[in-house]
């Protein structure tokens, strides 16, 4: 069984930055992709980032340049970085990770989520 753990979230300022851990654990072979996506209420769930075992990323284009994404293979854990937070950023964020023997057979597993609100 594979558990996606994510912390970090909570309320800052218009302006201001926080960082985003995702941890997998268990019973784990393989870590491929690993990524973080966000839902407001009221809209669709839409990509942030995702990066590879190698470190190739992949955005979404509502937080290029503001936001980092970074993963620790060793502790199988990803980062997101986010600076200069706007209000309109304010969601819920959750983490996958695709796991499994091979690449090609790599399911997803999704976090719980956890709420970032930006607002003065």
């Known amino acids: 069984q594979v558990q996606v753990v994510e912390s970090g979230g909570g309320l800052v300022q218009p302006g201001g930055s926080l960082r985003l851990s995702c941890a997998a654990s268990?019973?784990?072979?393989?870590?491929?992709?690993m990524g973080w996506y966000r839902q407001a209420p009221g809209k669709q769930r839409e990509l942030v980032a995702t990066?590879?075992?190698?470190?190739?990323?992949n955005w979404g284009d509502s937080v290029k340049g503001r936001f980092t994404i970074s993963r620790d293979n060793a502790k199988n854990t990803v980062y997101l970085q986010m600076n200069n937070l706007k209000p309109e950023d304010t969601a819920v964020y959750y983490c996958?990770?695709?796991?499994?023997?091979?690449?090609?057979?790599?399911?997803?597993?999704w976090g719980q989520g956890t709420q970032v609100t930006v607002s003065s």
């Open positions: 996958n990770a695709y796991h499994g023997l091979t690449s090609l057979r790599a399911q997803a597993y």
């Open positions: 268990g019973r784990l072979y393989n870590i491929y992709d």
């Open positions: 990066i590879s075992r190698g470190g190739m990323t």
